[in-house]
């Protein structure tokens, strides 16, 4: 019956409000963070935060984040930046990282992830 299917697309659709994307990449050597919302609005960013806590997130890269980091420095900012709304103890076993450059993407292990964060305590 059409008017169940609407009633339950309706209950699905007040209750579902969508995924939020942040792309990263290169064009022409240029890198480019893009953060597309439910809306389909897009937004550029050099550095941000997304989920529960991404105002302190967002805070904390404000001040840490420049556009001269190296990628050392920057995958630690990474990682104290995910400290700042993360619940728990924080394990190569439960974050992952990815790093995009000229050359492509790739995630790092989890072995290198444990190191980085042995480094940080």
């Known amino acids: 019956n059409g008017t169940r299917f609407q009633d339950l697309s309706s209950g699905i659709n007040a209750e579902y409000g969508g995924v939020s994307l942040l792309v990263a990449g290169f064009d022409d050597e240029v890198p480019y963070l893009v953060q597309c919302d439910p809306s389909g609005a897009y937004f550029a960013w050099k550095a941000t935060a997304m989920g529960k806590n991404h105002i302190n997130g967002k805070t904390f890269l404000e ?32 974050i992952e990282i990815g790093i995009s450059t000229t050359a492509g993407f790739r995630k790092l292990t989890r072995s290198e992830i444990k190191d980085y964060l042995a480094a940080l305590n």
């Open 63 to 94: 001040k840490r984040y420049n556009a001269d980091l190296e990628l050392e420095d920057a995958v630690h900012t990474a990682i104290l930046t995910l400290k700042e709304g993360f619940e728990g103890q924080m394990t190569e076993d439960n």
